[in-house]
Nanobody, 112 residues
Framework: QVQLVESGGVLVHPGGSLRLSCSTS????????VFWYRQAPGREREWVATISAAGNWTNYDNSVKGRFTISRENIKSTGYRQMNDLKPEETAVHYC?????WGEGTEVTVSS
């Protein structure tokens, strides 16, 4: 069974930056796209961004365009999400989805 691990979540001040990682041991990581989601307390999980298998195409929710950048290093079987200018309402557990595999998520708290 493929395991996916999200990491990098911490407490950050409003306006701060953070980089999340999404890693797997699967050797086929580079064959499929990666989808990023977040779930704020009391809310449903929502899509944030997508990156293609080769990493040459990305798509973002309007709420994060210009502030978030996703990328990937297929040789390391890892995806990244750089988040800048974080807002308190973006406090959430953040997940990645690769080939319909999910990890436990990583918690980001944006608070002063």
């Amino acid at each position: 069974q493929v395991q996916l691990v999200e990491s990098g979540g911490v407490l950050v001040h409003p306006g701060g930056s953070l980089r999340l990682s999404c890693s797997t041991s699967a050797s086929t990581f580079g064959y499929y796209g990666v989808f990023w989601y977040r779930q704020a307390p009391g809310r449903e999980r929502e899509w944030v961004a997508t990156i293609s298998a080769a990493g040459n195409w990305t798509n973002y929710d309007n709420s994060v365009k210009g502030r978030f950048t996703i990328s990937r290093e297929n040789i390391k079987s890892t995806g990244y999400r750089q988040m800048n200018d974080l807002k308190p309402e973006e406090t959430a557990v953040h997940y990645c989805d690769w080939l319909r595999c999910w990890g436990e998520g990583t918690e980001v708290t944006v608070s002063s």
